[in-house]
């Protein structure tokens, strides 16, 4: 019986860093190669726990670089964080935000539209929140890794405004977009 016990405890202490990786935030990547002037880059992040990253299957077919999800694919947008990443064509991060701000107050003129700044080291990054006259609330943060990477960037994440999860949202969306990097080239193969 000792022995058996003994047994368990090695099987146990074994399987314990699987364990652990398990609960550990998990790679998020995006990829884009060379194009024109524009560099190849790779964006990447860390998943929160329990949450997917797809950059290849979701992503591709709703037409965005990675999308970040909890439990299975719905193809419905609320509680899904999104990266787009897109050539720099606007003068500024400024003209950025404004465009998007015209573009989503043309389609609900009752929305509310507010702005804060985003603390981030490794890049110039702003938010708009936008409150949907359907209920619908969007957080979206565009960054912009610097004039040589050719590319500008944006983070989304849509909740419902009455959701008593949107504060937990919220956080783990942030660290998300503040765990954010920009590389130039190509990604290792995966």
Known sequence: MRRCR???LLVALALAPIAGAMDAPRDAIAQGKPDGKVPGWVIQTK???????????????????????????????????????????????????????????QLDPLAKASRFPVRHRGMAC?????????????AVVFCDPGKASGIRLSWSLSF?????????????F???????????GAAAHR
């Open 47 to 105: 998943a929160p726990v329990g949450w997917t990253a797809d950059c290849c299957m979701y992503a591709r077919a709703v037409g965005v670089n990675l999308v970040i999800y909890q439990g299975e694919w719905t193809g419905e947008p609320i509680g899904v964080m999104v990266l787009n990443v897109w050539p720099r064509k606007l003068p500024s991060l400024e003209a950025e935000l404004d465009a998007d701000r015209k573009h989503y107050l």
């Open 174 to 184: 942030m660290r998300v977009v503040v765990g954010t990097t920009y590389r130039r």
């Open 6 to 8: 003994g047994l368990l």
């Open 160 to 172: 419902a405004d009455k959701d008593p999860q949107r504060g937990h949202l919220l956080d783990e």
């Open 126 to 138: 702003e938010a708009l929140v936008f409150q949907g006259s359907d209920r619908v609330d969007d």
